[in-house]
């Protein structure tokens, strides 16, 4: 497995507890929007702890950006994350994913989940193709939701923020006939819990599992 030690050029804190890292892009390295990798700090103790990120940069672009949600009460990676500093470097692996764009749909996503769907939605709104794509955005309260202007600067009405410690529903079916079809195509991301009652909820309106694109 190939290994690129890069040094981290920006830090930015998108809200509480995620931050967006920009850091060096190394020669050669492709990846399509939704695409991750494996990323480890470059410290004693920390190389082998490889943990997966998603890109939320455009391919073109001359440096990488990730979006990482750190978990300050829990000693793993992204408590480390949430302490590095520019000059620091990160450790990138090999190019992997499942979830890429295929035709106009709806996005369901949990948390830090909405990752690979800042990828996407960048690359369609320089194509000036984001459609009649939709995005069902799931926080636990409006503190939490990720790049929020973004979402609503590019998807205006389609943009839909749900705050479940706030009052909101959860995802279930009920919820989500409001805004779906059984034959649209679904793209899926979050925690596993998460995406388990998404898919419930789009088989329970007639959906098919075939039409559901998610990280296998
Ligand atoms: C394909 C893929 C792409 C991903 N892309 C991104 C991304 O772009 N951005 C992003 O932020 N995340 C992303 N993730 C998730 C990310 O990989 C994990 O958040 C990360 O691995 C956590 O690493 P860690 O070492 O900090 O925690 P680990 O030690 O690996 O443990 C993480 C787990 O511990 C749980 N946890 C948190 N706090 C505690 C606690 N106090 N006690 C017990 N358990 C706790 C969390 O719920 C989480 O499930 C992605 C995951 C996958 C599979």
Known sequence: MEEHKVPVRAI???????????????????????????????????????????????PD????????????????VT???????????????????????SKPGVFIAGGA???????????????????????LFFNHTQQDVIMR??????????????HTHEGDDRIHAALLKKYAQ???HFYLCGPDGFVEAAQEAIQAIGGSTAAITLEA
């Open 12 to 58: 930015e804190n998108l809200t509480h507890d995620v931050k967006r890292l920009t850091i060096d892009k190394p020669a050669g390295y492709h990846f399509t929007p939704g695409q991750a990798t494996e990323v480890a700090l470059d410290q004693d103790g920390w190389r082998e702890e490889g943990r997966p990120f998603t890109f939320t940069s455009l």
């Open 61 to 76: 672009e001359d440096q990488l950006e990730l979006v990482v949600k750190c978990y300050r009460d829990h000693k793993g």
């Open 79 to 101: 408590q480390k994350i949430d302490k590095l500093n520019i000059g620091d470097h990160l450790l990138l692996h090999d190019v992997w994913g499942a979830i890429h764009y």
């Open 113 to 135: 989940g909405v990752t690979p769907f800042i990828a996407i939605f960048r690359q369609l709104k320089a194509q000036g193709k984001v459609g009649p794509n939709k995005l």
């Open 149 to 162: 202007s973004f979402w609503e600067q590019t998807l205006g009405d389609n943009f839909h923020s749900f």
């Open 182 to 184: 059984a034959g649209d």
